[in-house]
Each structure stands twice: as C-alpha cells, then as structure tokens.
C-alpha cells in the first residue's frame, strides 16, 4: 500500500466514525425526502426537533403566497409502526399581535406503517396531516392539511443504494388535502461507501425540487436544496434516540 493510500484510508476511517447510515428527515417535519413523505420510518423512540426555511412563492398561507415560511416541528416515533409530528408553521415578515390577527398555524401529523418492505413489496405508510379537523376535534384553517398513502422501495445498482418513493394524496371527508395533490414521488441516491449523504430529485405535485442530505455524527441533518430549481430552501433537524 503507498504512502498515498495509507492516508486516504486513515481518512476515510475517521469519517467513518463520526458518520453513519443517513436517515430521511422532510422539511415538512416526517420522515421523507426534502418535501415529500416518504414510506420509510424512524426506528422506535425516535425524537427529532427540526426547522426549515421554504421561500416566497412556494410557502403558502390560506391564498398568500407573500412571504417565505418556517415551519418548526417535534416528531416522535411512538411505536416501529407509528410516528406522530407536531408542527409549528410561521409566515416570516408578519408580527404576532391582537392588531395584526395573525397567529401561526398550528398542526398534528400521524403517520402509520401498514406494510414492511420486502424483497419485491414496497413499504406503505397512510399519512394524516391537520387529522384533528377531519375527526370534528378542531374548526381551526387546515393551510397545510394532507391525507396520503406512499410507498417506497430500495434498490441496489452497483456502489449506489437508491429509494424510489411514489405517493397520492387524496381528501379525507371535510379534510382537503393541500399541501400535496394527487401524486407526488421521487428518488433518493446514496453511494455506499458514502451513506451519510444523499442526492435527492422529486416533485411534490406542485414543482420540483432538488436537494442534498448530510447527516453529522448520526445526530444532526443538514439539507440544502433548489425550490422549483429557482430558490434556495434549507432544513436543519437533530435526532435522538430515547
């Protein structure tokens, strides 16, 4: 081995140690790709705090689409089947007063494992975001309400290990789904010796969007990515496990 190798090899060992297998955490605050829910899960007694920064025009409130947004979120993974978010979603630029009546909008996510991946079956997720009002529980606006079923499947080609994620959203009785419509799907691609970072390429019904994911030290998420390849998005998320 060269003097050369020997380096690299050290190098890559140290990395090796503070990165580990990458975990998909969505701007939207489930597990997912950069906005779209995937049907991946976190493992049991996962806790994740995160925020995300979405631009103007592409962050919308009731019809406003004015500002930039930021969505901040709680996720717990109750059960290896269960994964329950709460998320806090603020309209940059408004001030939260009586005078102004803005008050940011508040959101409960349940999502729930119906089928485990297998050699040739995807996993399925069922996915209810804003559910509250769909049960009666709340006549709050439902700005970022979604019912949707999503599978995905990985794939080994060569070095790369690749997700594929297809999913539909649909209205659930007085629940419209509107942060996604109709089908939604992407891709994911990670090289194995590289797992910490993915690439990330989907459309979310609305436009596309591209993306990177790097996870530090099996804790923190760092993504970065293009909104309708025009604007600059970004999410940041930590993860424990309790």
Sequence with gaps: MTKHSSHRMILVSILM??????KGQSVSGTAGLFHIPSAKMFPEKT???GASYIPKPYFQRFDRRVNPGMPTYLNVSLFPFMEVMFRYTHELNMRVNPTTKYYPDRMMTFRFRVL????WIPAIVLGF????????????????????????KG?????????TTLGFAYDLKNLPSEEYKGFFGGIEIAHK???FTALMVEHNSHQPILGIRHLFMDRLQ???GIWDLKKMTMNLSYHVNL
């Design 155 to 163: 794939f080994e080609v060569g070095p790369l290990n690749v997700d």
């Design 116 to 119: 485990k991946e297998k050699k």
């Design 129 to 152: 975001q804003d559910i509250t009002k769909a049960l009666g529980l709340s006549s709050t606006a439902n700005n970022y309400s979604a019912s949707y079923v999503v599978g995905t």
């Design 222 to 224: 760092l993504m970065f």
């Design 47 to 49: 806790f994740i705090i």
């Design 193 to 195: 010796s590289f797992p």
């Design 17 to 22: 140690l503070f990165f580990s297998s990458l």
